[in-house]
């Protein structure tokens, strides 16, 4: 053997490099990751709203023997339940064999809002001959982006008499679409030489609804009366109702293969469905010996507060109360349990190469990406994980031949984020970040590999162990 080539054995063994996951899959998982794509995609066009993913989840917990849990049902080794908080959050669980107090539950959470345009409380004027809806945006969004693309209409309206409406229009093929007005590039030299923060403002959000006039020539707003008599005849909605709505305008397109190869996939929602999915289906479709928990989330993009947020207590009490069930004490098992805060992270993007910092930038298709610590500038706001329990998941996935990667979200100062983790470590919990790297994060339409989405199920296989 000469120097050269011993060199580069030594290099091979002791140097760190991520791994392209296609390239070291076998055919048969390869395959794997191309059907397990098909139902995550079917999930997807299912649940643009987090009511509707709460819901999606729960038809699949049911589908697999799971039943309704509810605060004071008794609870035994074996049993597979849902609690569904306010149709908008769900956490799937099942009960183990271990002892809870001594090993502690195995949690996976991810959070199932992504960022939109919600519909405002007093929302429907006419102007110009078209009727529109004001709105407010939900989440961190380029609100140019929003403009002239097909929108439907997803979500709820509690009528005066306590009805409740749904509503999902623009998805069908039959279905209108709506609309947000952009300028013509003809008359939009002002528009074009602001900052990009400035293109659109918030309160130019106005969906397009109505164009048509009501038939009566006595009415002042024919356009606005024709909207509100559609929406009557249809759903039995007044203007007053829209007080107690809660509506949102989302990208109506669906979820699509990108590329010639199909190795990738387009769609809103990635964040956070992408990893809501994969830890779903996994203590759906796998028997464990620790008490294992998904908790799909709401409220995550605004700094997961609310009844729904991973800050309501109810997610603390739901985890004291399964424990003193079992006759544990509760706060031994959450001083025992493990966390993986499953989110995305920035997938590094050559064409913003300025932004990241490659060496430690999550690459697409290679894998589940760890990411120690979140937050902005000096790690604010972040849980940063301590290297014991890094190392812990690190075996973990050694042993179970997960392909992963270390990932942290653009240059040091230039930009940053939070997830759902440091809420969980605040209840001595270890806790650590692990997701899916995505392409345009928070764009209506955002790309993933079908490798790491495959990836992130794996690792979540290997925790739940």
Known sequence: MSENSAGQELLKELAYKKTNYFETATKDERDAMFIYADGYKAFLDAAKTEREACDYAVSLAKKKGFTEYKFGDPLHPGDRKYFVNRGKSVVVFRIGTKNLEKDGFRIIASHIDAPRIDIKQNPLYEDSGMAFLKTHYYGGIKKYQWTAIPLALHGVVILKDGTKVELKVGEEAGD?????????????????????????????????????????????????????????????????????????????????????????????????????????????????????????????????????????????????????????????????????????????????AGVYEKMNAAMLSCGTAMCKFTGARGKSGS???????????????????????????????????????????????????????????????????????????????????
């Open 383 to 465: 849980n940063d994980a301590n290297a014991e329990f890094v190392g812990e998941v690190r075996k973990m996935f050694a042993e179970n031949g997960v392909v992963w990667q270390t990932s942290e979200l653009g240059k040091v100062d230039v930009g940053g984020g939070g997830t759902v983790a440091k809420f969980v470590a605040q209840l001595n919990i270890d806790t650590v970040d692990l997701g899916v790297p995505v392409i345009s994060m928070h764009a209506p339409w955002e790309v993933i590999s079908k490798a790491d989405l495959y990836s992130n199920y794996k690792a979540f296989l290997a925790f739940m162990k």
């Open 176 to 352: 209108p679409v709506f609309y947000i007005n952009d300028l013509l590039p003809h008359l939009g030299g002002e528009q074009m030489n602001g900052k990009a923060s400035g293109i659109i403002e918030g309160e130019q959000l106005n969906v397009l609804v109505g164009g048509l006039p009501y038939p009566d020539k006595e009415v002042s707003e024919k356009i606005k009366l024709s909207v509100l008599s559609i929406l009557h005849e249809k759903y039995g909605i007044c203007e007053e109702d829209f007080l107690s709505a809660e509506l949102s305008a989302v990208p109506a397109f669906g979820a699509r293969d990108v590329g010639f190869d199909r190795a990738l996939i387009g769609a809103y929602g990635h964040d956070d469905r992408v990893c809501a999915y994969p830890a779903l289906t996994a203590v759906l479709d796998n028997e464990t010996e620790h008490t294992v928990l998904a908790m799909l989330v709401d409220k995550e993009e605004i700094g997961s507060e609310g009844t729904t947020g991973i800050q309501c207590k109810v997610y603390e009490d739901l985890m004291d109360e399964i424990a003193i069930t079992l006759r544990c004490n509760h706060r031994r098992a959450r001083a025992n349990s493990k966390c993986l805060s499953s989110d995305v992270t920035a997938a590094y993007d050559p064409n913003f």
